[in-house]
């Protein structure tokens, strides 16, 4: 009897060191087959750290021309705008301070057409009272060349934290915040009503004119927009409220034909709510970067970078950034994503608690 019992205990132990082995086999191949890849995708998708930006601060927008890329905005205690304009230069590693913006403001919507970059909208402090968000409707031409600027036909509704992007060389506003129809406010205040926008206006900077199209369905503001294939998505942002504390971020995505002029289906929604990102387009994708929440328990910045892929409706995650941030600067110059400034906690204007930072991170995407 102990004769069969060792036996088939024999037996047991030999077909557990047969499967042992196997799955040891199994795991090595595994990771054999992950490390050959894994070296081609980090090389494909790597961090490297530029030169800083001269003056950090949080509330910056970038935008690429020329091979450059350009900074604007900032935003200092007590809401007060900065009016920076930087631009950087890749072949030199070099930063250069230019003309201040004509009008100092904030949350501004950008967009380059044939060289030269149009700034639309955003947020002025008031000359007299509380500080608060003021809406604006100037239009502005920067010509990058010449470092000069050009006031333009205003837009027709005032509003910030909007965006502008460009197709078949016309520029559409979608977007953002302002005050309630027929209110007696003039500025916005995290304690005073005002509202999340879907409107839609085009301008053509060929006739310095303004038209409208169908309204954003989901009125956001502090959202990412760009262009894949001649369609507009817009993804994230804040609903209601422009300011993080009164607001809630959502993850939807919705595109809109410019040829029909009809918002689609909503798409793959982000995989997670955020607000105020930065965000570039590159390869038929668009990138979103940073961001941040606010919950009753926390506030936090995202260091989380992700690419939404229209054509297969899906969302790929990206190396995350060095340092989780948001109110950051980013657009892609070749296949480099450069991610500029921002604010490094969720947002507190209050004057000794800003915690900005002049990072100037790049992400390469493909190759060197």
Request: aromatic content about 8%.
């Given at each position: 009897?102990?004769?069969?019992?060792?036996?088939?205990?024999?037996?047991?132990?030999?077909?557990?060191?047969?499967?042992?082995?196997?799955?040891?086999?199994?795991?090595?191949?595994?990771?054999?087959?992950?490390?050959?890849?894994?070296p081609g995708k980090a090389h494909a998708?790597?961090?490297?750290?530029?030169?800083?930006?001269?003056?950090?601060?949080?509330?910056?927008?970038?935008?690429?021309?020329?091979?450059?890329?350009?900074?604007?905005?900032?935003?200092?205690?007590?809401?007060?705008?900065?009016?920076?304009?930087?631009?950087?230069?890749?072949?030199?590693?070099?930063?250069?301070?230019?003309?201040?913006?004509?009008?100092?403001?904030?949350?501004?919507?950008?967009?380059?057409?044939?060289?030269?970059?149009?700034?639309?909208?955003?947020?002025?402090?008031?000359?007299?009272?509380?500080a608060a968000w003021a809406p604006v409707?100037?239009?502005?031409?920067?010509?990058?060349?010449?470092?000069?600027?050009?006031?333009?036909?205003?837009?027709?509704?005032?509003?910030?934290?909007?965006?502008?992007?460009?197709?078949?060389?016309?520029?559409?506003?979608?977007?953002?915040?302002?005050?309630?129809?027929?209110?007696?406010?003039?500025?916005?205040?995290?304690?005073?009503?005002?509202?999340?926008?879907?409107?839609?206006?085009?301008?053509?900077?060929?006739?310095?004119?303004?038209?409208?199209?169908?309204?954003?369905?989901?009125?956001?503001?502090?959202?990412?927009?760009?262009?894949?294939?001649?369609?507009?998505?817009?993804?994230?942002?804040?609903?209601?409220?422009?300011?993080?504390?009164?607001?809630?971020?959502?993850?939807?995505?919705?595109?809109?034909?410019?040829?029909?002029?009809s918002w689609g289906r909503l798409m793959?929604?982000?995989?997670?709510?955020?607000?105020?990102?930065?965000?570039?387009?590159?390869?038929?994708?668009?990138?979103?970067?940073?961001?941040?929440?606010?919950?009753?328990?926390?506030?936090?910045?995202?260091?989380?970078?992700?690419?939404?892929?229209?054509?297969?409706?899906?969302?790929?995650?990206?190396?995350?950034?060095?340092?989780?941030?948001?109110?950051?600067?980013?657009?892609?110059?070749?296949?480099?994503?450069?991610?500029?400034?921002?604010?490094?906690?969720?947002?507190?204007?209050?004057?000794?608690?800003?915690?900005?930072?002049?990072?100037?991170?790049?992400?390469?995407?493909?190759?060197?």
């Open positions: 009897m102990q004769a069969i019992t060792r036996s088939r205990l024999a037996n047991v132990a030999a077909k557990r060191s047969l499967a042992a082995t196997l799955a040891l086999a199994l795991t090595l191949t595994l990771t054999l087959a992950l490390g050959l890849a894994a998708q790597k961090w490297s750290s530029a030169t800083p930006i001269p003056v950090g601060a949080e509330e910056v927008y970038g935008i690429a021309a020329g091979g450059k890329l350009y900074v604007f905005g900032g935003l200092a205690p007590g809401w007060k705008p900065m009016g920076m304009v930087f631009e950087y230069d890749p072949a030199g590693d070099r930063w250069t301070r230019k003309r201040d913006m004509p009008a100092f403001l904030h949350h501004v919507a950008l967009a380059t057409v044939n060289g030269k970059i149009y700034m639309f909208g955003g947020f002025e402090l008031p000359a007299k009272g509380d409707r100037t239009s502005w031409e920067y010509d990058p060349v010449t470092d000069s600027w050009r006031a333009l036909a205003p837009a027709p509704v005032a509003r910030g934290a909007h965006n502008a992007v460009v197709v078949d060389n016309r520029i559409h506003l979608i977007g953002g915040a302002g005050l309630h129809p027929g209110s007696k406010e003039t500025a916005l205040h995290p304690a005073r009503p005002h509202r999340a926008l879907g409107t839609h206006e085009v301008f053509d900077p060929a006739t310095n004119a303004w038209s409208t199209r169908a309204d954003m369905p989901t009125a956001r503001n502090h959202a990412a927009a760009g262009v894949v294939d001649g369609r507009i998505y817009v993804i994230g942002g804040r609903l209601g409220s422009v300011f993080i504390t009164t607001a809630t971020n959502t993850d939807i995505v919705e595109e809109y034909n410019p040829a029909t002029d793959a929604p982000m995989p997670n709510p955020r607000s105020a990102v930065a965000w570039g387009v590159h390869g038929g994708r668009l990138y979103v970067i940073g961001g941040e929440m606010r919950h009753r328990d926390f506030w936090a910045t995202f260091a989380a970078v992700d690419a939404f892929d229209p054509k297969s409706n899906s969302w790929t995650r990206m190396p995350p950034l060095p340092m989780p941030r948001h109110g950051l600067a980013a657009d892609f110059i070749g296949n480099r994503l450069h991610v500029v400034s921002g604010q490094v906690q969720s947002g507190t204007n209050t004057p000794g608690l800003v915690a900005n930072t002049d990072r100037h991170d790049v992400l390469t995407i493909g190759g060197n």
